[in-house]
C-alpha cells in the first residue's frame, strides 16, 4: 500500500538552530501533503497543507515565516521550523494521499519528535 | 467539516470485540465517516471509512446508523496491539483536510 516517510524519527537541537524535516511519499506522486503537530496527551493539529509547484497554505495562527514549507517535487515536501524555542517542541507529523489510489484516504508519515533544549 | 464527540477512553478484555461509538449528528449528506487510529508514538493509521452503508474491511466493520449521526466502529476480535487512540473523523469524500478530535484511547486488557 502506500507508505509516507518522514525524517528524521527525532532530532534534539539547541534553542535557535533551524530544523528540517522531509515527508517523501515513496510509492506515489501527491500534489498535496499536509503538516501537523502533536502536543502531548493533546490530539494532531493541522498546521498547514503542502501544495507541489505553489505556496503553502497555513492554518489560522501558524507563523509561516516560522515554519517554512517547500513542495519542490511530487514525492517530497519539507517543514523548516526556523530559529527554534523549547515552545516548538513537539511531534510533527505529515500526511498525503494518493489521488490515482483506489483508496481515499490519506497516509501519515511516523512522526518527528522534535526537542529543543 | 462535522464535529464529532467520542468517549474519552474504553477498556476492552483481549479476543473480544471492541465496540467504539461516535456521534455526529450534524453530519451532512456529502459528509463520510473515516476512522483511524494512532498506536503510541506513531504517525496515524487509516482504518475504514464509510458513507451510509455498513463497511467490513480486513482490520474492521463500520455500523452507520441510518440517519447517519451515530456510527460504531468494531474490531472483531481485540488483541494487545489494538491499544491505540481511535479517531472519527467526519469529512467530504476527497476533502483532503481533516480535523482530529480528542479520540477514545482504547486498551485492550488481557
Known amino acids: 500500500g502506500a507508505v509516507v516517510s518522514q525524517h528524521p524519527s527525532r532530532v534534539i537541537c539547541k534553542s535557535g538552530t533551524s530544523v528540517k524535516i522531509e515527508c517523501r511519499s515513496l510509492?506515489?506522486?501527491?500534489?498535496?501533503m499536509f503538516w501537523y503537530r502533536q502536543f502531548p496527551k493533546q490530539s494532531l493539529m493541522l498546521m498547514a497543507t503542502?501544495?507541489?509547484?505553489?505556496?503553502?497554505?497555513?492554518e489560522q495562527g501558524v507563523e509561516k515565516d516560522k515554519f517554512l514549507i517547500n513542495h519542490a517535487s511530487l514525492t517530497l515536501s519539507t517543514l523548516t521550523v526556523t530559529s527554534a524555542h523549547p515552545e516548538d517542541s513537539s511531534f510533527y507529523i505529515c500526511?498525503?494521499?494518493?489521488?490515482?489510489?483506489?483508496?481515499?484516504?490519506?497516509?501519515f508519515g511516523d512522526g518527528t519528535r522534535l526537542s529543543i533544549l | 467539516d462535522a464535529k464529532t464527540t467520542q468517549p474519552t477512553s474504553m477498556d476492552c478484555a483481549e479476543g473480544r470485540a471492541a465496540n467504539l461509538p461516535c456521534n455526529h449528528s450534524?453530519?451532512?449528506?456529502?459528509?463520510?465517516v473515516y476512522w483511524y487510529r494512532q498506536i503510541h508514538s506513531q504517525g496515524p493509521q487509516y482504518i475504514i471509512h464509510?458513507?451510509?452503508n455498513n463497511e467490513t474491511n480486513e482490520m474492521a466493520s463500520l455500523i452507520i446508523t441510518e440517519d447517519r449521526k451515530s456510527s460504531t466502529l468494531i474490531l472483531p476480535h481485540a488483541t494487545l496491539r489494538d491499544t491505540a487512540v481511535y479517531y472519527c473523523?467526519?469529512?467530504?469524500?476527497?476533502?483532503?483536510?481533516?480535523?482530529f478530535g480528542t479520540g477514545t484511547r482504547l486498551t485492550i486488557i488481557p
Open positions: 473523523i467526519v469529512a467530504n469524500f476527497g476533502n483532503e483536510k481533516l480535523t
Open positions: 500526511s498525503a494521499r494518493d489521488p490515482a489510489g483506489a483508496l481515499e484516504a490519506q497516509h
Open positions: 450534524t453530519i451532512s449528506g456529502n459528509e463520510y
Open positions: 510509492d506515489f506522486q501527491a500534489t498535496t
Open positions: 464509510g458513507l451510509k
Open positions: 503542502s501544495n507541489e509547484g505553489s505556496k503553502a497554505t497555513y
